[in-house]
C-alpha cells in the first residue's frame, strides 16, 4: 500500500490542479484568511458557518474547501494578535504575547513574516508526516473491528472531555448529552424511529449542519454582538522594507520553528489536544530553552515563530486520525468529518483505497494550500489590516444572514433553522456556564457509530463485554483512556490541593 | 455574589431532569432488548440515566459553593433572536430578500447605537450581496423575492 507513494503523490496532484479544486482551494484559504483575520471569528466559527455552501460542491472540491478555510483560518488569526493584541482566533492567543510587545517596537512587519515563515514550515512538516504515517495507520486501521473501533471513540471521547475547559465530570456530562441528541432519528438496526415525535424533518436526526452553526455560530453572535470594543490597529502602514528580518532574528526563529513544529505535530494527533495547548506549550517551551527567559513576553522573536509552527503543523496533523481512523479528535474536524459523511463517504481507512483520488488530493491540496497562503499573506498584508477595521456592528448582522442562508440553503427546510437559533441558545448558556460546547459536537457527531459500534461487539461477543479485554488492541486502547482519565483525576486533585493555600 | 454557584447547579438540575425525563421516555416507547440483541431503547435510556447521574455531580457540590452569576447579554439574545424567527418565518413563503431584510434589521438592533438609516442601509445590501454572493459566486439560486398567493 505504501509502496506506490509516488503515484499516489501524481494522483493527488492531478486531483488538486484540476482547476475546480484549485479554485476552490483559493477561495477555500482567501475566505479562511479573511475570517481569520477578524478577531473574534475563529476557525470554528468560520468553519461552521461556511459549512453548507460545501455541500453543493463535489465531495473532493467541498473537502478541499472545507480544510482551506481551517488552514487559513489560523494562519490569519495571527495578524490580529501582532497588531491588536486580540486573537483572531483562539489558536493565535499565544503569539500577542511576544507579537504584540514586537508591533509596538515598530516590527510589526518582521513579526508577520515570521508567523508566515514559521506556519509554513509547521505546515509543511505536519503535510509530510500526513503523507508519510496515513497509509501506515490506515493498514493498521484495516484490522480493526468493532470492538477496537468502540475503544477508539471512547478514548477519543474521554480525551475531548478531560481537555475541555471546565471540569470533567461537566465535560463527559456534555459528551453523554451529545450521544443521546445523536440517537435522535432512526435507528439502524429497526428501522424504528427514536424522539422524533412524529416529524418528517426528525427521520434523519437533527442535522449536524444545524447543530454546529447554532452551537459555534449563533451562540458566537450572542456573546459579542453588544458589547465588542472598536478596533484600533496600531501599526496601519507596513512597508515591505519594514518586513524584512534581519539575520539575527532568522539564527533565532529558524530553529525554534522547528522545535515548535515537532510540539504540534504530536499534539495534533492526539485526541482533545489540538493547536491552541500546541502553541502555548511551544511557547513555555521555547522560554525554558531560552538562555534569558526575560526577553519573553517583550518581542522575543522565538515566542512568535514557535507557536505558529506548532499550531499549523497541529492542524495538518489532526487530519490524520480524522481520515485514516474515522474519528476525529476535536470538533473541527468533527465538522470536516460530518461534511464527508453527508456527501455519502465514510472516513476511515477504506477511504484510502476506495477514494485515493479524495484523499491524496486533499492532501496535495494542502500543498497548494499552504503556497497560496504564503503568497496571500505577505504581499497583500495591507488588504488584511484594513480588515481590522471594520466595525462589528456590520459584521454580526451579515453573520447572521450567512448562517441562515448557509442552513437554509441545504435542505430549504426553515425547520433546520428553527433547530440552529435553539442550539445557538443552548450553545449561548452553555458558555456563559462553562460547559464545554466542543464535547458535546464530538459526542453528537461521534454518537451515532459508537451506538453501532457497541451492539456490533455485543452481537458478535453474544453479550459479553469481556471482549473488549480479550483482544489485544481493544484492551490497549482501554488501557490507555483508562490511564488518561486516572492522570487527569490525579493532577486535577493535585491541583485543588495546591491552589488551596492560595485561595485562603 | 449569590450563596450557590447558580450556573453549575441549574445546568446539573436540568441535566437530571433531561436525563430521567429521556430514559422515561425511552423505556415507555421503545424496546430495550437484551444486552445480546439490543433494542432501540438500550443505548437511549442507559445514556440517559449516566447523564442524570453526572449531572447529579455537576449540581451536589455546586450547592454549597459560591459563584456570581456570569451576566446574560439580554439585549444581543432577544434581537438577533427575534431576526432570525423573523428571517425563518418568511424565507419560505416571501423569498430571501425580504427575509434577509428582516433579519438584519432586526437583529442590527442589538447594537444600542445602530442609527435606523444605516441599520436600513445595511439590510438592503446584505439582501442583495446575500443573493448575489448565493446566486452568482456559489451557483446556489435561491428565490430573492415570492408572493405569497
Same mark, same amino acid.
Given at each position: 500500500m505504501s509502496g506506490d507513494l509516488t503515484s499516489n503523490i501524481l494522483l493527488g496532484l492531478q486531483t488538486a490542479l484540476q482547476p475546480d479544486n484549485l479554485w476552490f482551494c483559493f477561495l477555500g484559504v482567501l475566505l479562511g484568511t479573511i475570517i481569520g483575520v477578524v478577531?473574534?471569528? &475563529?476557525a470554528l466559527t468560520a468553519i461552521a458557518m461556511l459549512?453548507?455552501?460545501?455541500?453543493?460542491?463535489?465531495p473532493t472540491s467541498a473537502i478541499i474547501m472545507l480544510a482551506g478555510i481551517f488552514y487559513g483560518s489560523s494562519y490569519g488569526g495571527s495578524t490580529a494578535s501582532i497588531?491588536?493584541?486580540?486573537? @483572531? %482566533?483562539?489558536?493565535a492567543a499565544a503569539t500577542c504575547l511576544d507579537g504584540y510587545p514586537m508591533a509596538r517596537q515598530g516590527r510589526a512587519g518582521v513579526a508577520l513574516t515570521l508567523v508566515a515563515g514559521g506556519s509554513f514550515i509547521g505546515g509543511s512538516v505536519g503535510i509530510l508526516l500526513m503523507m508519510a504515517f496515513s497509509p501506515l495507520l490506515a493498514s493498521l486501521a484495516l484490522k480493526f473491528g468493532p470492538p477496537e473501533y468502540f475503544a477508539l471513540m471512547t478514548l477519543g471521547l474521554l480525551a475531548a472531555a478531560i481537555i475541555s475547559e471546565g471540569s470533567m465530570v461537566k465535560g463527559l456530562a456534555m459528551v453523554l448529552l451529545g450521544i443521546f441528541l445523536g440517537?435522535? @432519528?432512526? %435507528?439502524?438496526?429497526?428501522?424504528i424511529e427514536r424522539?422524533?415525535? &412524529?416529524?418528517?424533518?426528525?427521520t434523519d436526526g437533527i442535522s449536524m449542519v444545524a447543530v454546529t452553526m447554532g452551537l459555534f455560530g449563533i451562540s458566537e453572535v450572542y456573546a459579542t454582538a453588544t458589547d465588542r470594543a472598536e478596533n484600533v490597529a496600531r501599526q496601519s502602514k507596513i512597508t515591505f522594507r519594514s518586513m524584512l528580518p534581519t539575520w539575527d532574528d532568522i539564527r533565532r526563529a529558524a530553529p525554534a520553528a522547528l522545535r515548535g513544529t515537532g510540539v504540534g505535530a504530536i499534539l495534533g494527533i492526539l485526541? @482533545?489536544?489540538g493547536s491552541t495547548i500546541a502553541a502555548f506549550m511551544s511557547y513555555s517551551l521555547e522560554k525554558r530553552l531560552s538562555? %534569558?527567559?526575560? =526577553?519573553f513576553g517583550r518581542g522575543a522573536v522565538e515566542g512568535v515563530t514557535a507557536p505558529e509552527a506548532a499550531n499549523n503543523a497541529a492542524d495538518q496533523t489532526a487530519f490524520i486520525p480524522t481520515l485514516t481512523?474515522?474519528?476525529? &479528535?476535536?470538533p473541527t474536524m468533527a465538522i470536516i468529518m460530518g461534511a464527508l459523511m453527508i456527501h455519502g463517504i465514510q472516513p476511515g481507512p477504506l477511504m484510502l483505497t476506495q477514494k485515493p483520488d479524495l484523499f491524496w488530493g486533499l492532501v496535495m491540496s494542502f500543498w497548494v494550500g499552504n503556497l497560496l497562503l504564503l503568497v496571500l499573506n505577505l504581499p497583500l498584508i495591507g488588504i488584511w489590516i484594513r480588515l481590522l477595521t471594520i466595525p462589528y456592528k456590520l459584521l454580526f448582522p451579515a453573520i447572521l444572514v450567512f448562517i441562515c442562508l448557509g442552513v437554509y440553503s441545504v435542505? =430549504?427546510?426553515p425547520f433546520e433553522v428553527w433547530t440552529v437559533l435553539a442550539f445557538g441558545g443552548l450553545g449561548y448558556v452553555m458558555r456563559l456556564y462553562g460547559f464545554p460546547i466542543a464535547a458535546l459536537l464530538l459526542g453528537f457527531v461521534l454518537g451515532p457509530m459508537v451506538e453501532e459500534n457497541f451492539r456490533r461487539t455485543m452481537i458478535i461477543a453474544r453479550g459479553s463485554p469481556a471482549i473488549f479485554i480479550e483482544r489485544p488492541l481493544s484492551a490497549a486502547i482501554l488501557v490507555l483512556a483508562v490511564l488518561a482519565v486516572g492522570i487527569a483525576v490525579f493532577s486535577g486533585l493535585k491541583r485543588r490541593r495546591a491552589a488551596f493555600p492560595v485561595a485562603e | 455574589m449569590h450563596r450557590h454557584d447558580i450556573g453549575d447547579l441549574a445546568g446539573g438540575v436540568a441535566l437530571v431532569l433531561f436525563g430521567l425525563a429521556g430514559t422515561a421516555y425511552t423505556l415507555l416507547h421503545y424496546e430495550v432488548g437484551?444486552?445480546? /440483541? /439490543?433494542?432501540?431503547?438500550m443505548v437511549p435510556s442507559c445514556v440517559g440515566i449516566l447523564i442524570a447521574i453526572l449531572g447529579a455531580c455537576v449540581a451536589l457540590p455546586a450547592w454549597s459553593r459560591s459563584q456570581s452569576a456570569p451576566k446574560i447579554a439580554w439585549r444581543a439574545v432577544i434581537y438577533v433572536s427575534a431576526g432570525v424567527a423573523a428571517f425563518t418565518a418568511t424565507v419560505r413563503s416571501f423569498g430571501i430578500g425580504p427575509a434577509i431584510f428582516l433579519l438584519t434589521v432586526i437583529s442590527a438592533?442589538?447594537?444600542?447605537?445602530?442609527?435606523l438609516t444605516a441599520v436600513l442601509m445595511l439590510g438592503v445590501g446584505l439582501a442583495l450581496g446575500g443573493f448575489a454572493l448565493f446566486r452568482?459566486? +456559489?451557483?446556489?439560486? +435561491?428565490?430573492f423575492l415570492l408572493v405569497p398567493e
Open positions: 478577531p473574534g471569528i &475563529g459549512f453548507p455552501i460545501t455541500l453543493h460542491l463535489q497588531l491588536l493584541n486580540v486573537p @483572531g %482566533d483562539p489558536n440517537t435522535i @432519528g432512526t %435507528d439502524v438496526y429497526t428501522g424522539f422524533t415525535f &412524529g416529524s418528517p424533518s426528525l485526541p @482533545g489536544a538562555k %534569558d527567559p526575560s =526577553r481512523l474515522g474519528i476525529p &479528535g476535536k435542505n =430549504r427546510n | 437484551t444486552i445480546r /440483541m /439490543m433494542g432501540p431503547g438592533r442589538a447594537d444600542r447605537e445602530a442609527s452568482y459566486a +456559489l451557483n446556489i439560486p +435561491l428565490p
